[in-house]
């Protein structure tokens, strides 16, 4: 019996002691900062911060959180970087409605100030006259809020017209292994009004930048396929400076076979595979 117990003492204490390990390597990552839930984070504690955010805009907010929550706990990094970005958006979201409902009520607050400073005899001049300041500032900031929402809806609207599709990413353009010659990177003459149509845009909202991704299919060997991709975001690239998108706008990646949109096991799903896509940034944000 003596022999059993100290054996089970053993055996407990090397079983606690890889529990620890565990949980310290478990802390230890999750201490890690990663870009997408850093301003995850921030982006809520700024909505959090914001007076009656909860009582203004409920939906968002509590989206923000759904999603900030699973960002915290789950493991695979494309579904953290999916519930980093949602939880983000839609702290701004709420920001954007807080603040609107907050200047609306602001504005209604000081009609009534004007309307009584009118009425009453006792209301001095330069009180009347602060109102009003503060009315108009009041009435610049929905303004401003309003149009930020067109804007980001006309934004939308244009990249759709190019066959743009909106994800959990952003707006992303997708340019077909049709437009490159099997096995090369320079563009054929049919991305030519593509390309026209993007730089277009990209003068117009200077405030979008964009990453261009190279993606093959998992025909041929690892090395091979991300050189080429590498070369036909490159060729994206240069194509929209040469339009006079400025370098600092554009950033080129190639992912090689690393991203499959489609099973490599048909002719159709390698063709699929086979792309560059453009991904629409606003200016601060990475994909």
Known sequence: MPVLNSNFKIVTFWLL???????LQSGCASNKKYPPLERARAAYGDAASIPDVRTNAPVAFHEAGKALEKA???????????????????????????EQKKAE?????????????ILSARRAEASVSKAQVAREEAEAKAREAQEAIA??????????????LKTDRGMVLTL????????????ASGTRQTLDNLAA????????????????????????????????????????????????RINAVGYGKDRPIAPN????????NRRVEIVILNKGESS
């Open 176 to 187: 077909g292994d049709v437009l490159f010659a099997t096995g090369k990177a320079e563009l």
């Open 72 to 98: 915290e706990i789950v493991k695979d990094m494309e579904e953290k970087r999916h519930f980093s970005y949602l939880a983000e958006k839609n702290a701004e979201i709420a920001v954007a409605i807080a």
């Open 105 to 117: 009520k602001e504005i209604e607050r000081l009609k009534w100030e004007e309307e009584t400073a």
């Open 201 to 248: 845009f990209l003068d117009k909202y200077p405030e979008c930048n964009v990453q261009v991704e190279g993606h093959t299919d998992s025909t041929g060997s690892a090395e091979l396929n991300l050189d080429l991709s590498e070369r036909r975001a490159q060729s994206v690239k240069i194509a929209l400076l040469e339009r006079g998108i400025s370098f600092d």
């Open 265 to 272: 096991d048909t002719a159709a799903g390698r063709q699929q």
């Open 17 to 23: 002691s890889i529990i620890l390990v565990a949980v």
């Open 151 to 164: 804007r980001a809806e006309r934004i939308e609207s244009e990249l759709t017209a190019m066959n743009a």
